[in-house]
């Protein structure tokens, strides 16, 4: 069954530097998500990303975040200058389409660690 | 802000019996409802879902029934294994992104 696909699994960065988090979605998916978990709190959504352009993002999505479609396979999340509370789980979805009655399929997520 | 609450942050059931997990929302916009488990160290795995226009939809062992009035869906595993044992969380769809509960452990025993 085709998956949702994260690199790194784990990820340990000093505070201030850029981290790039990595993820290749389901090949026939049009749709891509960003969400975060920090530890002990909701699955929270980051943003979504459609035609090359961002259609949807959170508060927390601010001027630190970026998102790319850099290939036809790869999605990315940046983080430009990491905090300690972006020390979370973050996980990619994608979706066939988006805005309608179908699911996002999940990664397993990258733990990002910021010291 | 919780929009989507699950109200039993654990539930504890015998293998072979049902397990009923229940979920709230506020927001009577919502059209899409979602039901995730999740293991440890792995990303939410999608169960079964149900439009805002049916009330009930079943896949093989899992039913989510939905009560538009009063806001209230539930997800029932029938029977319980084992291997059901994780984290299920409900997910609703706003616009494009998914509002997620704070989730339900389920620990199935023999």
């Known amino acids: 069954e085709p998956e949702v696909t994260q690199t790194p699994s784990h990820q340990v960065t000093q505070m201030g530097q850029e981290v790039i988090l990595r993820c290749v979605p389901i090949?026939?998916?049009?749709?891509f998500y960003w969400y975060r978990q920090i530890l002990g709190q909701k699955v929270e959504f980051l943003v979504s990303?459609?035609?090359?352009?961002?259609?949807?993002k959170s508060e927390i999505f601010d001027d630190q975040f970026s998102v790319e479609r850099p290939d036809g396979s790869n999605f990315t999340l940046k983080i430009r200058s990491t905090k300690l509370e972006d020390s979370a789980m973050y996980f990619c979805?994608?979706?066939?389409?988006?805005?309608?009655?179908?699911?996002?399929?999940f990664g397993d997520g990258t733990r990002l660690s910021i010291l | 802000d919780q929009q989507v609450k699950q109200n039993s942050p654990s539930l504890s059931v015998q293998e072979g019996r049902i397990s009923i997990l229940n979920c709230d929302y506020t927001?009577?916009?919502?059209?899409?409802f979602l039901w995730y488990k999740k293991y440890p160290a792995e990303g939410p795995t999608f169960l079964i879902s149900?439009?805002?226009?049916?009330d009930k939809n079943e896949d093989g062992r899992f039913t989510v029934f939905l009560n538009k009035s009063a806001k209230h869906l539930s997800l029932h595993i029938v029977p319980s294994q084992p291997g059901d044992s994780a984290v299920y969380f409900c997910?609703?769809?706003?616009?494009?992104?998914?509002?997620f509960g704070t989730g339900t452990r389920l620990q199935v025993f023999p």
């Open positions: 149900i439009s805002s226009i049916k």
């Open positions: 927001n009577s916009m919502f059209d899409y």
């Open positions: 090949s026939n998916h049009l749709y």
């Open positions: 997910a609703a769809r706003d616009t494009d992104k998914l509002i």
């Open positions: 990303f459609y035609n090359n352009e961002i259609s949807e």
């Open positions: 979805a994608s979706s066939v389409m988006g805005g309608t009655h179908q699911p996002q399929h």
